[in-house]
């Protein structure tokens, strides 16, 4: 399998991100391995983990079911030579993503 590492950052203004916490059921909807969180403060969080591809479907549905945070995602697919960035709010998506 190969395999894409990502860094999930979500920003949202102060305190909107309690709920988020706890739902860590993201994880699993997106099929992240070896999550590990970078950063937690009041405004921003941030997390690395693997996926088999880069899980651009469910940052969509992730920031519809939460439309008040903002989902930057950076993938790098070595196998596959992909690095791109995506950017996901209220289930509007845009990404960048290059060949290498």
Not at 50 to 78: G, H, I, K, M, N
Request: glycine content about 4%; some cysteine; aromatic content about 8%.
């Amino acid at each position: 399998m190969d395999n894409c590492q990502n860094r999930l950052l979500v920003v949202a203004l102060a305190g909107n991100l309690k709920d988020f916490d706890r739902d860590a059921d993201w994880t699993a909807v997106a099929g992240a391995k070896h999550v590990e969180l970078l950063e937690r403060s009041a405004a921003r969080h941030a997390w690395q983990f693997e996926t088999a591809a880069p899980p651009l479907q469910f940052l969509r549905v992730l920031s519809r079911q939460w439309p008040s945070l903002t989902f930057v995602l950076d993938y790098d697919c070595e196998a596959k030579r992909l690095k791109g960035l995506a950017r996901a709010r209220n289930g509007r998506l845009i990404r960048q993503s290059i060949t290498y």
